[in-house]
């Protein structure tokens, strides 16, 4: 792997993370991540900022994984704006 072939996609905590990869992983689009933090962490280092892991992707892939993540953002803003006005109510 070459990482001049891999361009960065998301940063984001483990969970978003996690989500994001599985729903890649339905469009055959396979991420690579990077973090950072368990990295310093394994090696007695304290992480620069913590909690924080990268995804990159194959550049030939970046416009169908951007068109993934932005679905990916719009169904959970919904679902947080639908919890929000419940708890207005």
Known sequence: MTTDSYTHLFTGN?????????????????????????????????PPVFNQIQVFIHKDEMDKSRAVLDNLQHELDNI??????????
């Not at 996690?18 to 304290?46: H, Q």
């Not at 947080?80 to 109510?89: A, F, L, N």
């Open 80 to 89: 947080q704006r639908e919890d929000s006005e419940e708890e207005t109510r």
């Open 14 to 46: 483990q969970v978003q993370v996690m989500l994001l990869m599985e729903e890649l992983k339905k469009f055959d689009i396979i991420p690579v991540t990077r973090n950072e933090s368990e990295s310093g962490r394994l090696a007695g280092f304290a």
